[in-house]
C-alpha cells in the first residue's frame, strides 16, 4: 500500500474561485492509503513546493497526487519537486482541476464534486505506480530545416555558426523566397535583392550547410535528437555538378510559354531555366511540363549547346536518407490568388494585380526592368487604387479571420516609391484599419501620407468595373460618410497571406500540430514561441503566423538558438513511460507493429517458456530508443500483451473504476 | 454433396500417396449426425472424413495448433468462406502456409440444426440433398423441407463460391454450382441501428443476458486466437471483472466485438454456436458495416498480408467528430 500525499493548489482564484479546495482536501484526505492531504494558494511557487518535499519527509509518502493545472504545465516542474525530496520522480500523479475543471465550470457545487472525482482517479492511479528510470539516447548532432526562404536562411546559418552542421530543404530550385522577390523592404526602403542575395550566397558558402534545391521532405520519422528524413531530390534533368550557370541553353531552347514564377507570372520564361539572374544554387533546371524533349523525345537543342555537357534528360528521382537531432519548419507562406473577389475584376482586368505582382512590377529585375506600367497598355498609370485586408479580417468562408499583417506596411511602402519615383501618379488607399506597430513603422506610415500625399481613405472598395480606358473604382469613404466613384488605371490588391500548402503534409509528417488556419502551433503562445508541441521540431517565420521580415529574422534566430540547445547536449534523458511486450502473451499477430507510427516495434524469434513448455515463438519487441509511448499499441493488441509504463491497462481501469464507482 | 465427398476422399488419398501430406483436419460427426467438428485423421482412417450439409464448422482455426509438428505438410479443406479466415490468419502470422496444403472443396450452403427442429422434425439420423430440398431420415421416417429454409445465417448471405487462397481446387470454381443469396447482409444491422439508444440497450441487455458463458464463440472463433485470452489472464484486470455481475459479464461479448474488430471475416461461427441462440454475429457486422462506411468497403481475409483499415492510416481517414454526428 502506498502512502500517498494530496496537494490541492488554489492557483490563486483560477481554482479556488470555482472549486471548494479546503472540501477536495478533506474529501481526497479520506481516500484509502492517503495519509496527508492539504490545499496552498500556489502549490508551484517555492513556498508550496517546500510544502510538498516536507510532507514527503514527514510522512514518509510513496507517491504524490498534485489537484493544479494540466501536467503540460507543471508536471516536469512536481517531478523535479518530488525527485529533490528522494522520491522517484513518476511516482507523482497530476489531476488536473484547472483545464478541465474550474475553468469550465460556473457552478462551485458540481466543480467541486468533480474535482474530488478526478482526484480520487488520480489517487486510484498513483496507487499502481512503479518507479522508473530514464533512459539516455543519444543525440544526431545536425539540424534539418524545411524551407530555404529568409526564414530558413538565418536559422541555418545562426546553427552552422554554432559550429553544427544543417540541412536546407528547398522545394523551388533556389533558395531567396519571397523575399528574393521583393522590391524594396519597410520601413527603410532598403533593395531587398541587396539585402538578401548575400545572405543567399553566404547560405551556400558555409561549410556548415548543405542546401537540397528543388527536393523536398518525403518523410521524417523518429524523435528528438534521433529524426530520419527522406528526401525526395526531384530531377532537374540538369547536372548540378557541371552546370556553370552561364544560361546559354535558356537562350536557345524553344519552349518559351511557361508562366514564369520568380515574377508572379507575369511574364514568361523557357522550359529550361534559372529562376533568377542570383539564384543559388545558380543551376538551370527543366520544366519536365514544359520541355518538348522530354514530352515528345524530340528536340535537345540545350543539350547541344550546353558546353559543360551537364543536361542529362535520363535523371531520376532520387530518395536521400538523413539523421537529424531537431528539425525547424520554415515552410513560409503564399499570397492567395485573390480570384475568388470578383467585385475587384481581379480574373477579368490585368491592370488589377496583387501587391505581390506589384511587387515584381516595381522591381528592377522584374518584367518591366522596374519601369511602372499598366499591364494592358505599357503606359504609366495615372491614378492607383490600393485595397487593403483582400481576404483578411474577415467572417465570411472566403476568407481568413486573422490580419495578414504586412500589407498595411507594404502598401505604405509601394504608394511612396510610386511617389518617389513618379510624384505625378497619384495613389489611393482605401483601408480598414491602418496598423503599424513596430520599431519605426508609424513614422514610416505617415511619411507616405505627410511627405508623399499618399490619399488614405477609410473604407472599402466596393466593385471595380472596366471603364473605358480606364477601371472604375466604387467606394465608401466611411469618415465623410458618402459615396466615391473613381477613375483609376490600376488596382492592387493587398491580398491575404496563408500558410504554403506544403506545410499540412509536413505537419503530420512531424506530428506537429496546426491551428484550423494551417499554421504551426507553438508549443506556449507565450513562453514557447518557437517550440512545437512536438519535441524537436521548432518553428521559424510565416509558418507560424503572420509577419514581417525583422520579426521573422528574430524568430528565425530565436529558433536556431533552441535547436543549439538540442544540439549541443550528447545525451537526451528519454521518456521512460514507453510501451513493452510480454513474450509468453503475444500471439505474434503484428497488428501493433502495424499501428506504431514511430517503427518502434519489430517481431524476433524467441525462445519463450510459457506455462511450464518451452518454445520459440515469433514476438514483438518494442525498441526502447525509439518508442514514444503513445500507447496505440497498447490498445491494439488484442491479448493484452502490450502495455505501457506508467500509463498501465490495470491503471487507466483503476482510474476509469474509481470514477465509476 | 455425395459425389462431392466421393471426389474428396479420392484427392485426399492422391495426396496421401503422393506425400504430399501426413495428417488432414476433416469433419467427424459426434454423437448424432448433426453434432459436427473438426477433427484430425490420418492415413488410416481417411475414409471416415464426413462431408454433408451438416460440414458448417470453419476449419481455418484448427490449423493453429494442427500445423505445428508433423513430418510433412497438414491437409486442410476449405469451403469458400472458410478461405477468408484462412487468409486472415495467414496475415497475422498465426498459421504459416507453407506447412499446410489447402485444398479448396465447393459448398452449396450448409444448414442449421435448429431451424430443422424449429419446423418439428426429430430424431434425426441422416441427411440427403435432393435438388433444391433435403431428404431428411429420423427415426420416425423420412421427413422432406426446403434447404433455403433451414440454411445456416452465414449461408443465407453468401459471399459466393469463390475460394480466395489455397494451393488447389477440388473442382474448378467456375464449374462449381452456383449459390443462391438468400438475404441482404446489413438488413438486422439496419434494424437494430433504427431502434432508439434505449431500445437498441434493452434489446441487447435482452440478448446478453442469455449468456450462459459456455465460451464457445470464443473458442469457435478464427479471430480469437490469442495464446492467452484476456478472460483467462487473471492479471489483466478484465478476467476477474465480467465477473462482478450480469452487466459487466454482457461486456464480454462488447470486448470481444472490439478484439475482433477489423478481423473479423463474418463467418458467422460465433452464432452457429451459441447453445443460447444469441445473434453474436450482428456485433461484429455492425463494426464492418462502420468500418465499410468510415473507410471505403472492406472484406477481411479478402487477401492476405494485407493492413486492414483499423491499423493502418490514411490522411483520407474520418475524423474522429464523425462519432458526435452519428451518434
Request: hydrophobic share 35%; charged share 25%; aromatic share 6%.
Amino acid at each position: 500500500m502506498q502512502k500517498i500525499g494530496v496537494f490541492v493548489c488554489w492557483c490563486g482564484s483560477n481554482i479556488a474561485a470555482t472549486v471548494d479546495v479546503a472540501a477536495v482536501a478533506e474529501a481526497l484526505g479520506k481516500q484509502p492509503g492517503v495519509v496527508y492531504a492539504t490545499d496552498y494558494q500556489y502549490m508551484c511557487s517555492a513556498s508550496g513546493q517546500n510544502l510538498i518535499k516536507d510532507a514527503i519527509r514527514d510522512y514518509g509518502l510513496t507517491g504524490v497526487v498534485i489537484c493544479a493545472c494540466s501536467p503540460r504545465m507543471h508536471e516536469a516542474t512536481f517531478r523535479k519537486t518530488i525527485s529533490s525530496a528522494g522520491l522517484n520522480p513518476y511516482m507523482l500523479e497530476i489531476a488536473n482541476i484547472r483545464e478541465q475543471c474550474s475553468w469550465i465550470h460556473k457552478d462551485r457545487e458540481e466543480a467541486t464534486k468533480k474535482a474530488i472525482t478526478m482526484g480520487t482517479a488520480a489517487i486510484a492511479k498513483v496507487q499502481l505506480n512503479t518507479p522508473l528510470t530514464q533512459m539516455k539516447s543519444p543525440v544526431t548532432k545536425r539540424a534539418l530545416v524545411i524551407g530555404g526562404g529568409i526564414a530558413g536562411m538565418q536559422t541555418a546559418l545562426d546553427i552552422a555558426d554554432a559550429g553544427f552542421e544543417v540541412d536546407i530543404v528547398e522545394k523551388k530550385p533556389t533558395i531567396g523566397g519571397k523575399m528574393a522577390q521583393l522590391d524594396k523592404t519597410f520601413p527603410t526602403l532598403d533593395c531587398s535583392s541587396c539585402i538578401v542575395t548575400p545572405k543567399m550566397v553566404d547560405t551556400a558558402a558555409n561549410e556548415k550547410i548543405t542546401i537540397f534545391s528543388y527536393a523536398e521532405v518525403e518523410n521524417v520519422t523518429g524523435f528528438i535528437g534521433n529524426f530520419k528524413a527522406t528526401i525526395k531530390q526531384k530531377p532537374r534533368y540538369v547536372d548540378a555538378e557541371k552546370c556553370t550557370g552561364c544560361g546559354l541553353c535558356t537562350t536557345k531552347c524553344p519552349s518559351k510559354k511557361s508562366l514564369n514564377e520568380f515574377n508572379m507570372g507575369l511574364n514568361t520564361r523557357t522550359a529550361i531555366y534559372i529562376p533568377f539572374a542570383q539564384a543559388v544554387p545558380l543551376v538551370a533546371t527543366i520544366d519536365p511540363d514544359a520541355c518538348i524533349k522530354l514530352k515528345t523525345g524530340k528536340c535537345g537543342l540545350c543539350e547541344k549547346v550546353c558546353e559543360a555537357g551537364a543536361i542529362d534528360y535520363a535523371q531520376k528521382e532520387e530518395l536521400i536518407e538523413r539523421e537529424y537531432g531537431a528539425v525547424v519548419v520554415a515552410t513560409g507562406y503564399n499570397q492567395i490568388k485573390p480570384v475568388q473577389y470578383e467585385e475587384y475584376l481581379y480574373n477579368q482586368s490585368r491592370d488589377v494585380v496583387t501587391s505581390l505582382e506589384f511587387e515584381r512590377l516595381m522591381s528592377a529585375s522584374g518584367p518591366t526592368a522596374g519601369h511602372l506600367q499598366c499591364p494592358s497598355t505599357g503606359k504609366l498609370p495615372r491614378h492607383i487604387v490600393f485595397i487593403q485586408c483582400v481576404g483578411s479580417r474577415g467572417t465570411a468562408c472566403r476568407e481568413k479571420p486573422y490580419c495578414s499583417k504586412v500589407c498595411c506596411m507594404y502598401t505604405a511602402k509601394h504608394a511612396m516609391l510610386v511617389k518617389d519615383h513618379y510624384p505625378e501618379v497619384e495613389c489611393t488607399v482605401f483601408y480598414i484599419d491602418v496598423r503599424t506597430p513596430g520599431k519605426n513603422f508609424d513614422e514610416f506610415y505617415r511619411r507616405a501620407v505627410e511627405q508623399y500625399g499618399v490619399h488614405y481613405i477609410k473604407g472599402m472598395v466596393g466593385k471595380v468595373e472596366q471603364g473605358d480606358g480606364c477601371l472604375k473604382v466604387q467606394a465608401s469613404d466611411l469618415l465623410d460618410n458618402r459615396q466615391l466613384h473613381l477613375e483609376a488605371d490600376m488596382v492592387v490588391l493587398a491580398a491575404a497571406i496563408e500558410p504554403d500548402p506544403s506545410a499540412r503534409k509536413i505537419g503530420t509528417m512531424l506530428t506537429a500540430s496546426m491551428d484550423t488556419n494551417d499554421f504551426f502551433s507553438e508549443a506556449h503562445a507565450k513562453l514557447r514561441p518557437v517550440e512545437s508541441p512536438t519535441a524537436g521540431v521548432f518553428l521559424s517565420g510565416m509558418c507560424q503566423g503572420p509577419k514581417d521580415i525583422p520579426e521573422t529574422v528574430s524568430q528565425a534566430s530565436a529558433a536556431a538558438s533552441k535547436v543549439i540547445g538540442v544540439l549541443s547536449k550528447d545525451f537526451l534523458l528519454s521518456n521512460p513511460c514507453i510501451a513493452h511486450s510480454d513474450p509468453t502473451l503475444c500471439n505474434g499477430c503484428s497488428q501493433c507493429q502495424n499501428v506504431c507510427a514511430y517503427g518502434a516495434i519489430s517481431y524476433e524469434d524467441q525462445m519463450v517458456v510459457d506455462k511450464g513448455v518451452r518454445e520459440t515463438r515469433r514476438v514483438a519487441v518494442v525498441n526502447e530508443a525509439i518508442c514514444q509511448g503513445c500507447g496505440a499499441c497498447t490498445v491494439t493488441c488484442p491479448s493484452g500483451a502490450m502495455d505501457l509504463k506508467g500509463f498501465a491497462s490495470n491503471q487507466i481501469m483503476a482510474e476509469v473504476d474509481a470514477i465509476c464507482n | 454433396m455425395r459425389d462431392i465427398r466421393e471426389k474428396l476422399l479420392k484427392k485426399i488419398h492422391e495426396l496421401f500417396d503422393a506425400g504430399v501430406v501426413d495428417r488432414v483436419v476433416g469433419w467427424k460427426a459426434g454423437e448424432f449426425c448433426y453434432d459436427v467438428t473438426p477433427a484430425l485423421f490420418n492415413a488410416g482412417n481417411i475414409d471416415e472424413i464426413l462431408y454433408d450439409a451438416f460440414c458448417g464448422p470453419n476449419q481455418s482455426k484448427f490449423l493453429v495448433k494442427g500445423a505445428e509438428g508433423g513430418e510433412k505438410k497438414i491437409l486442410a479443406l476449405l469451403k469458400p468462406c472458410d478461405t477468408y479466415s484462412y487468409n486472415q490468419l495467414i496475415t497475422e502470422h498465426r498459421i504459416d502456409p507453407e506447412k499446410i496444403y489447402a485444398l479448396g472443396i465447393p459448398c452449396t450452403g450448409m444448414v442449421d440444426i435448429n431451424k430443422i427442429r424449429a419446423l418439428g422434425i426429430s430424431g434425426i439420423l441422416g441427411i440427403e440433398e435432393d435438388g433444391e430440398n433435403l431428404k431428411i431420415e429420423t427415426l420416425y421416417g423420412t421427413e422432406s423441407c426446403k434447404k433455403a429454409d433451414v440454411l445456416l445465417e452465414r449461408c443465407l448471405v453468401c459471399k459466393g463460391k469463390n475460394h480466395v487462397a489455397g494451393d488447389e481446387l477440388l473442382i474448378p470454381d467456375e464449374e462449381a454450382p452456383e449459390v443462391p443469396k438468400c438475404a441482404e447482409r446489413m438488413t438486422e444491422v439496419e434494424k437494430l441501428e433504427a431502434m432508439s439508444p434505449e431500445e437498441r440497450f434493452n434489446w441487447w441487455r435482452s440478448q446478453l443476458s442469455k449468456c450462459i458463458r459456455c465460451n464457445a464463440c470464443r473458442n469457435a472463433c478464427p479471430a480469437c486466437t490469442c495464446r492467452t485470452c484476456v478472460f483467462d489472464n487473471p492479471s489483466s484486470g478484465v478476467s476477474a471483472k465480467v465477473n462482478t455481475n450480469d452487466f459487466e459479464e454482457n461486456m464480454f461479448h462488447i470486448i470481444r466485438a472490439f478484439h475482433v474488430a477489423g478481423r473479423c471475416t463474418d463467418c458467422g461461427e460465433c452464432s452457429r454456436v451459441c447453445p443460447q441462440n444469441i445473434p453474436l454475429h450482428l456485433l461484429n457486422r455492425k463494426f464492418i458495416k462502420d468500418i465499410d462506411e468510415f473507410y471505403g468497403e472492406y472484406q477481411a481475409g479478402a487477401e492476405p498480408n494485407v493492413r486492414g483499415p483499423l491499423i493502418s492510416y490514411t490522411e483520407q481517414d474520418v475524423e474522429p467528430s464523425i462519432v458526435m454526428t452519428r451518434g
